[in-house]
């Protein structure tokens, strides 16, 4: 069974850079995309990027500026940051992965927990 | 951007009640590359995350009951709950994959009548 779990700091101050981590257990990294998605308090879910194998990405053109993702397949993790937050980058960040057969990125079959990362001075 | 709308915003459906949910997408979903419609259903209950229900339109991912059904073609498309179960209270949301980036509609709150 897939499982994707997320860790990082629960608090960060303005101007700084939200770092976050999903750990991928039960399934191979390769040949997936993975992705990350935030939800603010009460809002929808609203997609931030992806990832496929360590040499693609593709970025939510709203927030490309401040994010970079990178994946390292030898922990079997990948990873989100995000510069220059504000308040209005709290939300719950979830990651995910984009199933639908190896080396395809469509619907998200997996998804983690979710972890609540507030922007407060 | 691929701009998705989902209506009703809210609905409230009585036991055992069919309840219907919306999603309209501003360009067709239909892509080339294996002529398939790419949007998927998922069910949000509260402090979880999305669950997957439905993907290429209408296929049930493994395990969602079969009172749910999705269908639709081109920008137009709904997902039904054939007899709604108190445990199917959720937040439904619809996804385009056809296209980068991602986006969602935003959202169907689901309650019982």
């Known amino acids: 069974q897939v499982q994707l779990q997320e860790s990082g700091p629960g608090l960060v101050n303005p101007s700084e850079t939200l770092s976050l981590t999903c750990t991928v257990s039960?399934?191979?990294?390769?040949?997936?995309?993975w992705g990350w998605l935030r939800q603010p308090a009460g809002k929808g879910l609203e997609w931030i990027g992806r990832?496929?194998?360590?040499?693609?990405?593709d970025y939510s053109p709203s927030l490309k500026s401040r994010v970079t993702i990178s994946i390292d397949t030898s922990k079997n993790q990948f990873s989100l940051e995000l510069s220059s937050v504000t308040a209005a980058d709290t939300a719950v960040y979830y990651c995910?992965?984009?199933?639908?057969?190896?080396?395809?990125?469509?619907?998200?079959?997996?998804w983690g927990q979710g972890a609540l990362v507030t922007v407060t001075s | 951007d691929i701009v998705m709308t989902q209506s009703p915003h809210s609905l409230a459906v009585s036991l055992g009640e069919r309840a219907t949910i919306n999603c309209k997408s501003s360009?067709?979903?239909?892509?080339?590359?294996?002529?398939?419609?790419?949007l998927a259903w998922y069910q949000q209950k509260p402090g979880q995350p999305p669950k997957l229900l439905i993907y290429?339109?209408?296929t049930r991912e493994s395990g969602v009951p079969d009172r749910f059904s999705g269908s639709g073609s081109g920008t137009d498309f709904t997902l039904t709950i054939s007899s709604l179960q108190a445990e199917d209270v959720a937040v439904y949301y619809c996804?385009?994959?056809?296209?980068?980036?991602?986006?969602f509609g935003q959202g169907t709150k689901l309650e019982i009548k």
């Open positions: 990832i496929y194998r360590s040499d693609y990405t």
């Open positions: 360009q067709s979903l239909l892509h080339s590359s294996n002529n398939k419609i790419h």
């Open positions: 290429w339109a209408s």
């Open positions: 996804q385009q994959y056809c296209a980068v980036p991602r986006t």
């Open positions: 995910a992965r984009e199933g639908g057969g190896a080396g395809s990125g469509w619907y998200l079959d997996y």
């Open positions: 039960g399934a191979s990294m390769t040949g997936y995309f």
